[in-house]
């Protein structure tokens, strides 16, 4: 029997969430013999830059884009729940839609958005964010593991299913101090393929990915020139 890889879900509320937070760590696990699935929350259909664009297409739009960020970190299972943009809230029918997901994939470990607004920059603190990882807990814990809860789920064929453990991102207090310099190239390329949001307008992109991913592991006590990622861990068995 041919044993089955690690699995991880890494959950966002949009579309690019993932390679601006995880990029290079997605590609790290990918690497390192991880099954990576992604769930995307929203389509994003509220993003873009150009009016020209009919609001009608952007959702479509960006899940393309999305789909190919994910190929380019050697991703290709991904989850779309089709929630309004701008509007998300930590509802039941979000945490069921969530808990499918889980117990579809069945991951032993989840990445998740902080549900922690951030005091010291507006920019991590959307509200989409927030609900998603507030949401995700929740269906990490109790609802994905509880075989009465949403007995829908069971009629569906989708048994209960435990997670190990939550990394959640865009916190204070990290555990979890990834070194993944040698993936920035695959994470500028990921966030890249997000053209409808002038990504990389003015060639900004990289000093910033930089000055961000450096400023996260000189905070770890790295060496300078690291480039890392954070999490803090919850133990969830």
């Known amino acids: 029997m041919t044993e089955q890889p690690?699995?991880?879900?890494?959950?966002?509320?949009?579309?690019?969430?993932?390679?601006?937070?995880?990029?290079?760590?997605?590609?790290?696990?990918?690497?390192?013999?991880?099954?990576?699935?992604?769930?995307?929350?929203?389509?994003?259909?509220?993003?873009?830059?150009?009016?020209?664009?009919?609001?009608?297409?952007?959702?479509?739009?960006?899940?393309?884009?999305?789909?190919?960020?994910?190929?380019?970190?050697?991703v290709s299972d991904i989850h779309w729940l089709g929630y309004p943009d701008g509007r998300l809230e930590v509802t039941l029918e979000l945490r069921r839609d969530l808990s499918r997901v889980i117990r579809t994939v069945r991951p032993s470990r989840v990445l998740c958005q902080n549900p922690n607004r951030n005091f010291t920059s507006i920019y991590g603190s959307h509200p989409d964010h927030l609900a998603a990882g507030e949401a995700t807990l929740c269906a990490v814990y109790p609802d994905a593991r509880n075989p009465f809860a949403f007995p829908e789920l069971a009629g569906e064929g989708l048994g209960a299913h435990s997670v190990e453990e939550v990394w959640v991102g865009g916190g204070p207090d990290p555990d979890v101090v990834l070194d993944v310099g040698e993936h920035?190239?695959?994470?500028?390329?990921?966030?890249?393929?997000?053209?409808?949001?002038?990504?990389?307008?003015?060639?900004?992109?990289?000093?910033?990915?930089?000055?961000?991913?450096?400023?996260?592991?000189?905070?770890?006590?790295?060496?300078?020139?690291?480039?890392?990622?954070?999490?803090r861990r919850i133990d969830t068995r």
């Open 6 to 74: 690690p699995r991880a879900l890494v959950v966002a509320a949009h579309p690019d969430d993932i390679d601006f937070g995880s990029g290079a760590t997605v590609a790290f696990l990918v690497g390192s013999g991880w099954a990576v699935s992604y769930c995307l929350v929203t389509d994003g259909d509220a993003g873009g830059f150009d009016p020209s664009v009919p609001r009608e297409q952007m959702g479509a739009i960006r899940r393309a884009e999305q789909a190919e960020a994910a190929r380019i970190l050697g």
């Open 184 to 231: 920035l190239g695959a994470k500028l390329a990921a966030l890249r393929a997000h053209v409808s949001q002038e990504t990389d307008r003015d060639g900004r992109l990289e000093p910033m990915i930089r000055e961000w991913m450096g400023r996260t592991a000189a905070a770890a006590g790295m060496p300078e020139g690291t480039l890392a990622e954070a999490y």
